[in-house]
């Protein structure tokens, strides 16, 4: 017999369920992994303990383990070509602390993003890089351009001569000049670290740009966002590095790591190479389409003369609609799941009612919607932000859309539950 607060939590996921299988989910930070993957996710691994490196654990048990975590690696050494790569973190803000401490020292002077031009919080004094005390000078950006001034970055690089540089945003709708800061921090020591957190899934498909070819010292990402696999995080990095990153993951900033989330990653890296073209490129040509209708039915969406977007990312400036956080509350009562988001001119202590919505088509692409499903939409949504329809009215439509689209797309068998409760989950 179930307990009435045991009822009361399953009853919740039942109805959050039903919820997200009638909505169009567009945060750009989340996706759906696929029936494998959870059916890895839901195993005993989940109940285990594999402290430090393979072969040299801390407990015994676990053999099979060390061999999960091998080939987990080797996959990603494969996916990426990056030298080698530490699979343990377990999420990305976890991978970002443990590079900030491979690659530098306390207090060193570092270059990032601020908040407002896409930076995420952990490249900030608020977060990882302020708990490692870094004296933050931020990259110069070009709001224009919605991308980092590439020209401005080097004088600064050059001037500063800082220790370490993080590229790679929460927004980052274009390619970041890596190329052009790898020509600089060569002649000035510093040392480079890509956060590749939002586009994770976009390189793996080989359609963003390559921040290992370029020659970062290390990508850090989580592994949830493009990249369609369970939360965690992940680090791909040079071998010079090795040793400070395995040490900075365990013990530095995980005792224990996920296992079942690591074998999770394991098969979503697999499917990626089977499917990591065709599923980027979908997103790729579903985030442009998105951008240009949207933009037809009189939203003010950002990046226009660069084709709106290159990532699964779109920025629309709501402040004419109501402002970011009262056009996101009405899209959510359409059962239109989106974030407001802070713009680059926006004041960064303005987080409460910022100008613009963040938007991502990776999850959409992944439930198999195409350029077609955009405009219909961009519609949906334009009906809200542009004719200030009422989001009960438009709900009734958006239930009935999404609700053709209940299969995983770009992975081996896509039904919901083809593989879970299977003789893996225990
Ligand atoms: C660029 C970037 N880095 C790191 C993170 C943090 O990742 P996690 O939530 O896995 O800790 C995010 C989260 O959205 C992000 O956008």
């Given at each position: 017999m179930e307990s009435e607060e045991i009822k009361f939590i399953r009853n919740k996921i039942r109805e959050h369920h039903n919820w997200f299988d009638s909505s169009l989910p567009m945060i750009a930070s989340e996706n759906v992994s696929s029936p494998l993957t959870r059916e890895a996710t839901a195993s005993d691994l989940s109940h285990r303990y594999a402290e430090g490196d393979p072969g040299k654990r801390f407990y015994e048990g676990c053999k099979y383990l060390d061999e999960i975590e091998l080939k987990t690696q080797e996959l990603a050494v494969e996916v990426f070509g990056s030298e080698t790569a530490d699979v343990r973190p377990i999420s990305g803000v976890l991978a970002n602390y443990a590079a900030f401490d491979a690659l530098a020292d306390y207090g060193d002077t570092v270059m990032s993003l601020s908040v407002p031009s896409g930076g995420h919080i952990s490249h900030s004094k608020f977060s990882a890089a302020g708990l490692m005390g870094f004296d933050i000078h931020e990259i110069p950006f070009d709001d224009d351009n919605l991308n980092i001034d590439s020209e401005e970055m080097c004088e600064m690089i050059k001037e500063l001569e800082p220790e370490l540089i993080i590229l790679g945003a929460s927004v980052i709708p274009f390619p970041h000049p890596v190329k052009e800061a790898r020509e600089v921090a060569d002649e000035t020591g510093t040392r480079i670290m890509y956060d590749a957190a939002h586009v994770l899934g976009l390189i793996a498909g080989n359609r963003f740009q390559d921040p290992v070819a370029d020659g970062v010292d290390a990508v850090t990402a989580s592994t949830?966002?493009?990249?369609?696999?369970?939360?965690g995080g992940i680090i791909l990095h040079k071998n010079q590095f090795d040793k400070d990153i395995r040490r900075a993951v365990f013990p530095g900033t995980t005792s224990n790591h996920h296992l079942h989330h690591m074998a999770g990653l394991g098969i979503t890296l697999a499917e990626m190479k089977e499917f990591g073209e065709d599923y980027a490129n979908q997103i790729i040509k579903n985030a442009k389409k998105l951008g240009k209708e949207l933009y037809k039915q009189g939203c003010d969406v950002l990046g226009r003369e660069k084709g709106?977007?290159?990532?699964?990312q779109l920025l629309v400036d709501v402040s004419e609609n109501g402002g970011g956080a009262t056009v996101a509350k009405k899209l959510e009562n359409a059962n239109i799941i989106a974030n407001k988001n802070i713009l680059p001119w926006d004041d960064v202590n303005n987080t409460e009612e910022p100008s613009g919505i963040r938007l991502g088509v990776q999850e959409l692409t992944r439930i198999g919607m195409k350029e077609t499903d955009m405009s219909v939409v961009a519609e949906l949504m334009s009906r809200i932000i542009v004719e200030g329809e009422k989001p009960e009215k438009v709900k009734e439509d958006v239930e009935e859309f999404s609700g053709k689209f209940n299969e995983v797309h770009y992975c081996y068998d896509g039904r919901l539950g083809a593989y879970e409760f299977s003789e893996l989950q225990r």
């Open positions: 949830h966002k493009t990249f369609p696999g369970p939360q709106y977007t290159k990532s699964h």
